[in-house]
């Protein structure tokens, strides 16, 4: 058509960087070959902690303040890093380092942490010494910010970790923590990403709110303070509930996308060394303080709740009728529940003072 050889050599030679341009755009799309998925064998849960993380998961972990989620995430840290159970309990699947970016604790106070949390695991010192667990205390990082992301990116980059552990989320960013679009943009252009490229596990913790009488269901993962997305966008919601003058708390994964059921609820204990010098968690299946859930859930109930809601509220912390009878039973007879009848079938139970009215 007229064309010269040199034409033709510069037309070849730009159709040819356009056909790399997009093969290379198309090497960074993730596809999931579903004939393969289809045709092989069910691929197994790459789990870190048994039933609880995965590898690449983003968790997020709530409790009201003092809670103890701090301690359970730096058990966790701590059992990863070592390949030992967590809380004494929980199998670790997959050991690895672990990056632990605290931007509540000073860094005396995670010294005593960490020095009370490896002895009272009874570790030899000099494996205690050679632990993969880096501790980034106070750094100010804003992953809202270039600088912040930056650094943390560099951290992962250097380090490798298998879990990256943020302490805790409202001390990482300066967005609105109500609105579903701040919250979205926060994870989506800074943790997934991270967690994605890495494929490193992140743990979250997070605030909750109290229980109210509003909530419903009782479902504690959704008392997780601000936005919605916060719990949508993860792939695990934990969370820890618990009277804070007590050493006891109730430990519960409410969301986990590798599996149909959720793990068994544990109730967790921090148990401090005659001379104080060791302290550790101790953990075990949840019968499960069911007996805390029920004073719990009334508490939040001024009016009482009739005992078809009750058992309803309890069931969506995974709390079994029968074990909710026992538990309700035991408490009316200690007389830290009051009840009473209310025509010929139902009956009401609640803690304190019962405020009449606008009954539950």
């Not at 596809?31 to 092989?40: G, I, P, Q, W, Y």
């Not at 990403?193 to 997070?206: E, G, I, K, M, S």
């Not at 010098?277 to 719990?296: G, H, P, Q, R, Y």
Request: glycine letters at 8%; proline letters at 4%.
């Amino acid at each position: 058509n007229g064309a010269s050889s040199g034409d033709l050599a510069r037309m070849f030679h730009t159709y040819s960087k356009r056909m790399e341009s997009i093969l290379n755009a198309a090497d960074d799309v993730r596809t999931v070959d579903v004939l393969a998925a289809l045709s092989e064998e069910l691929p197994p849960v790459p789990w870190i902690a048994d039933g609880w993380l995965g590898e690449g998961d983003l968790i997020i972990f709530g409790g009201e303040w003092a809670s103890g989620k701090s301690l359970i995430a730096l058990d966790l840290a701590i059992s990863v890093a070592l390949g030992i159970p967590w809380m004494g309990r929980v199998p670790i699947a997959k050991q690895g380092p672990v990056l632990y970016v605290d931007e509540e604790n000073n860094a005396r106070n995670v010294a005593r942490r960490l020095s009370r949390m490896i002895r009272g695991r009874n570790l030899d010192p000099d494996i205690a010494a050679t632990i993969p667990l880096r501790y980034l205390s106070k750094n100010h990082l804003r992953l809202d910010a270039p600088k912040g992301l930056e650094t943390l990116r560099a951290q992962i980059e250097a380090y490798r970790p298998t879990l990256v552990v943020l302490d805790s989320l409202i001390r990482f960013h300066g967005a609105d923590e109500n609105s579903n679009t701040d919250m979205a943009a926060l994870f989506g252009e800074a943790i997934v990403p991270l967690a994605t490229r890495y494929q490193t596990a992140f743990v979250v913790l997070d605030h909750m709110r109290k229980p109210s009488k509003d909530d419903g269901q009782f479902d504690s993962g959704h008392r997780v303070r601000g936005a919605g997305d916060k719990a949508g966008v993860g792939d695990g919601v934990w969370t820890v509930e618990g009277d804070r003058e007590s050493t006891s708390r109730t430990f519960s994964c409410r969301k986990n996308r590798w599996e149909d059921q959720l793990p068994q609820s544990m109730t967790t204990k921090w148990v401090v060394s005659d001379d104080e010098s060791a302290a550790w968690i101790e953990a075990k299946d949840a019968e499960i303080a069911a007996d805390l859930a029920v004073t719990n859930v009334l508490a939040a109930c001024p009016s009482g709740l009739l005992a078809s809601d009750l058992y309803d509220r309890l069931r969506a912390q995974g709390i079994k009728r029968r074990t909710a009878q026992r538990m309700i039973q035991k408490h009316v007879q200690d007389g830290s529940v009051e009840s009473r009848k209310e025509g010929s079938r139902r009956i009401r139970y609640w803690v304190g003072q019962l405020t009449e009215g606008t009954a539950s």
